[in-house]
């Protein structure tokens, strides 16, 4: 069990519609990812946040974007839904010493089930 | 994209069995690492290997890694129920000092059966 809480642990919503899903990191965590799975697939990866600031960016389109906050949470928005946003939404966490670290393990929430109908 | 692929997708075996999952990838990396997935929920990282290691271990894990061929694989040694779950592989790659990510397979699913 990880330190990184995630909520809400299940939403539903119409196409159209705009989400904030909310992400606490583990304590002493100051780096903040988040990746999308659909359905059986493997997690892809959405974007970064290293100390408040966007650190890399995945293939997504603008109206996936996000937010982190001084003390390291962070939030990811989606607006005009999509059907195939329908996912689950997983938030990870690490304890980044450097923006250019390049070995580190992440630790992930349990994630957010979106269903957009 | 997905750059690791999980071989095989699905695998099935006795209690007791050793499991064996296979990863590829197309391009150069700073590490692999291996996670484990419970029911479509978090993630849990299992090991993280260099891309200059050729083998790493971890109690009942044992993970090996060849660039050349970009391939790792995964072994479970004296499985049990509670490894039932999803496995992928990740790798690691960064570019100018940011955008440091992972990018997973599409997972193998092992099931253990008592």
């Known amino acids: 069990e990880t330190g990184v809480t995630q909520s809400p642990t299940h939403l539903i919503k119409t196409r159209g519609q705009q989400v904030t899903l909310r992400c606490s990191s583990q304590s002493g965590h100051n780096t903040v990812s988040w990746y999308q799975q659909a359905l059986g697939q493997g997690p892809q990866f959405i974007f970064q946040?290293?100390?408040?600031?966007?650190?890399g960016r995945g293939n997504f389109p603008p109206r996936f974007s996000g937010l982190q906050f001084p003390n390291y949470s962070s939030e990811l928005n989606v607006n005009a839904l999509e059907l195939d946003d329908s996912a689950l939404y997983l938030c990870?966490?690490?304890?980044?010493?450097?923006?250019?670290?390049?070995?580190?393990?992440?630790?992930f929430g349990s994630g957010t089930q979106l269903s957009v109908l | 994209s997905q750059q690791g692929e999980e071989d095989p997708q699905a695998l099935s075996i006795q209690e007791g069995e050793n499991a064996t999952m296979n990863c590829s990838y197309k391009?150069?990396?700073?590490?692999l690492q291996w996670y484990r997935q419970n029911s479509g929920r978090g993630l849990v990282h299992l090991i993280l290997?260099?891309?200059?290691?050729r083998e790493k271990h971890s109690g009942r894990l044992r993970v090996t890694l060849d660039t050349s061929k970009k391939s790792s694989s995964l072994l479970i040694t004296a499985s049990r129920a509670a490894d039932t779950a999803s496995y992928f592989c990740a790798t690691a790659s960064s570019s100018g000092g940011s955008n440091y990510k992972l990018t997973f397979g599409k997972g193998t699913l092992l099931t253990v059966n008592p």
């Open positions: 290997i260099r891309s200059n290691e």
């Open positions: 990870a966490s690490s304890p980044r010493g450097n923006r250019a670290a390049t070995n580190e393990k992440l630790f």
């Open positions: 391009t150069s990396i700073n590490n």
């Open positions: 946040y290293y100390r408040e600031e966007e650190n």
